[in-house]
């Protein structure tokens, strides 16, 4: 019957991934978010700007924080199989509403994962320099290099 059950909220783990916004308030963050699992989310008030989070440890706990504090009105969420997956989801929002954004700080790695955000231009640099002149990306991206 335990197997059961753990099959049963596998399914709801991959049914919950949604960008549908959900009125932020406890009893509904605790019919949609599925306990104990790493996850990203996102904030919104008709009156202030969106705020990029994410959990490494329990989404549903810090939603309802988020929820309790009345911190928003709506919110969307994302589990991810790993925590390198919701900082990257993390990161990809940031960049993309950065301007919208209330956060103001670029979202911080893990600490114990020695990654980086794949998406700031000092990380694009770190592979386009270490390859050798002439790499199809090099069409693509002006090579400081190459300019008198
Ligand atoms: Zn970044």
């Given at each position: 019957?335990?197997?059961l059950a753990?099959?049963h909220d596998?399914?709801?783990v ?9 009125r ?6 605790r019919?949609l978010?599925?306990a104990?699992?790493v996850?990203?989310y996102?904030l919104y008030?008709p ?5 990029v989070?994410r959990?490494d440890v329990?989404l ?7 929820a ?7 919110f969307?969420f994302n ?12 990161c990809a929002?940031f960049h993309?509403l ?8 670029h979202?911080?790695a893990?600490?114990h994962?020695k ?8 990380q694009?640099a770190?592979?386009r320099?270490s390859r050798?002149?002439g790499h199809?990306i090099e069409?693509?991206?002006p090579n ?5």
């Amino acid at each position: 019957m335990t197997e059961l059950a753990d099959a049963h909220d596998e399914e709801l783990v991959h049914v919950s991934d949604t960008h549908r916004l959900y009125r932020l308030t406890p009893w509904l963050v605790r019919a949609l978010v599925p306990a104990r699992r790493v996850g990203s989310y996102l904030l919104y008030s008709p009156a202030a700007p969106p705020y990029v989070g994410r959990s490494d440890v329990c989404l549903r706990r810090r939603l309802l924080r988020h929820a309790y504090s009345r911190r928003a009105e709506f919110f969307s969420f994302n589990t991810h199989w790993s925590q390198v997956h919701a900082y990257t989801m993390e990161c990809a929002v940031f960049h993309a509403l950065r301007p919208q954004l209330s956060n103001l700080i670029h979202p911080d790695a893990p600490d114990h994962l020695k990654i980086h955000c794949p998406f700031c231009r000092d990380q694009w640099a770190l592979p386009r320099l270490s390859r050798p002149l002439g790499h199809p990306i090099e069409r693509f991206v002006p090579n400081p290099r190459s300019n008198p």
